[in-house]
């Protein structure tokens, strides 16, 4: 199985990437599954369902989220559907939504980390819980895990190696040089980047950015412009053992 796992969208800019890019992509590598984090396609923060149309009508086959998952309320009447969009597992129990999903053969998870992120649940006790419910059904298992701290990126791909098919971080929008296969078989990076314009700071608007830590005022930041780079990343997995075979980044750029 190929699985794509491309990088936080940002607003129109990363959408309209997405749309000119992923069927060429598919078509090229013969990808069996897309997943894309979208928490950032609405304008830079959050998510609408007609975003995430947009997405799922360019071929992607589940939309992942993180702690901006609740920004466009819109959306959230609709977690609840049968659409392929995930927000973490380890909010509080009670939420709308769900953590995981299964597609084209293989377990999806979301989760999002604490340091430095909120407070939410523990990631780590909570995909252990929902491994643990699945047992055996599930060989090939896919987790983003949204976070912000280095540390707690690698911690978690350590903690679910030889259990999980890949652990791909996302969140910072700044792409990992890490990609590797761990000593068990778990695809790893501790961040695939994004889908945002480059002349951008992590796909906002230069100047907006700069004004706000200048002058620490609150003001609106926009989403960048200009020529975009596609980030992800593409993992091979042999779907009866449910081990990682190669990853390898997939690096593209589109005006």
Sequence with gaps: ??????????????????????????????????????????????LTLDTAYELLDAGVNVITSGNHIWAQ????????????????LNFPPGVPGKGSVSVCGALIINLVGRVFMGETDCPFQAIDRLLAQVGAESKVIIVDFHAEATSEKIAMGRYLDDRVSAVLGTHTHVGTIDNCILPGGTAYVTDVGMVGPLDSVIGDDTES???????????????????????????????????????QRIQREVD
């Design 1 to 46: 199985m190929l699985v794509l796992m491309i990088g936080d969208i940002i607003g129109k800019p990363g959408r309209r990437a997405v749309q000119k890019l992923l069927p060429g992509l598919c078509n090229e590598y013969d990808i069996d599954l897309v997943i894309a984090n979208g928490e950032n396609v609405a304008g830079g923060l959050g």
């Design 73 to 88: 309320r819109e959306i959230i009447p609709h977690l609840n559907s049968d659409l392929p969009i995930l927000r973490p």
């Design 209 to 247: 950015v700069i004004h706000s830590f200048l002058t620490r005022m609150p003001h609106r930041i926009s989403v960048g412009k200009g020529r975009v780079s596609f980030n992800g990343v593409l993992i091979e997995i042999d779907e009866d053992e449910g081990k990682a075979l190669s990853i």
